[in-house]
């Protein structure tokens, strides 16, 4: 049975951490379904995962949705959020409005996402006003990293942790039924948790949320090009792959595959 918002605020009522994996494909979304993971959230760090870039800005709406429908047809029990990428619904409220419902239409997805907090609030009760539940996410904002220089935690200084705290509150007001803290300080992140009423999902946020988002290629090890402090790697996978490539490899050299069992008679 798909999980639905009215099942996820259920969760946060009783105390019971949601889980949440950043995945782009059909096979993964697959994985994570059957072992009951709460929300996939198609992220626009595709960019750098899938597509090998340095940033998440180059993302396309098109490609976002191609993803997405993919992870549709793996995924029949997540909630599945859709990241809207940059410049998708920063160019006009009727533009944005436009892209998102594109997105909700096209691969019916249950939600999106969007960077940002105060700046955006006018936009995100216009699209849940409309029927558009709306994911917030704040923090250190991939986005805006031309600003920030490179990713780092936000919320030591007292003028970010003002902001912070001005960003949840609008975000809330204008009707985001769930806020991702990302790279935030965790005593800052416990103060917005204990007072909130949306959903509160950290990544490199400390522990006081109502659950946790990584990446699935973080999580299971295929992603070695940079592992932040808040990652945990369950699993050495890119490891794991490469022994097996390379025994592939040495197997066709030697004429050792195929095998007599591996290859059709008359």
Not at 63 to 92: R, W
Not at 99 to 113: D, F, H, I, P
Not at 130 to 143: E, R, S, W, Y
């Amino acid at each position: 049975m798909r999980v639905t918002i009215d099942v996820l605020f259920k969760k946060k009522k009783k105390g019971l951490k949601i889980t949440m994996v950043s995945t782009y494909d059909y096979w993964s979304a697959k994985l994570c379904d059957e072992v009951g993971i709460d929300c996939i959230l198609v992220g626009d760090s595709l960019g750098m995962v899938v597509q090998g870039k340095d940033s998440t800005l180059p993302v396309t709406l098109d490609e976002v949705i191609y993803h997405t429908k993919c992870v549709q047809e793996g995924a029949k029990n997540a909630f599945i959020i859709a990241d809207m990428p940059f410049l998708s619904y920063q160019v006009s409220p009727e533009k944005a409005i436009e892209n998102c419902g594109r997105v909700l239409k096209e691969t019916k997805a249950q939600a999106v996402k969007l960077e940002g907090g105060e700046e955006i609030a006018e936009l995100v009760y216009r699209l849940t006003k409309i029927g558009i539940p709306v994911v917030g996410h704040i923090g250190f904002t991939p986005q805006s990293i031309n600003i920030f220089g490179k990713p780092k935690v936000i919320g030591k200084r007292k003028e970010e942790e003002e902001k912070l705290r001005r960003d949840f509150k609008a975000l809330e007001e204008a009707g985001a039924f769930m806020v991702i803290l990302e790279s935030v300080p965790w005593r800052l992140t416990k103060e917005l948790w204990e007072n909130s009423k949306s959903i509160v999902i950290g990544i490199g946020a400390g522990k006081y949320t109502d659950g946790q988002v990584l990446v699935f290629h973080d999580i299971v090890g295929l992603f070695e090009d940079f592992k932040p402090k808040f990652v945990r790697r369950y699993l050495e996978g890119a490891k794991l792959i490469k022994e097996a490539l390379t025994n592939f490899k040495i197997d066709v050299e030697k004429g050792e595959f195929p095998s007599e069992a591996e290859s059709y008679g008359q």
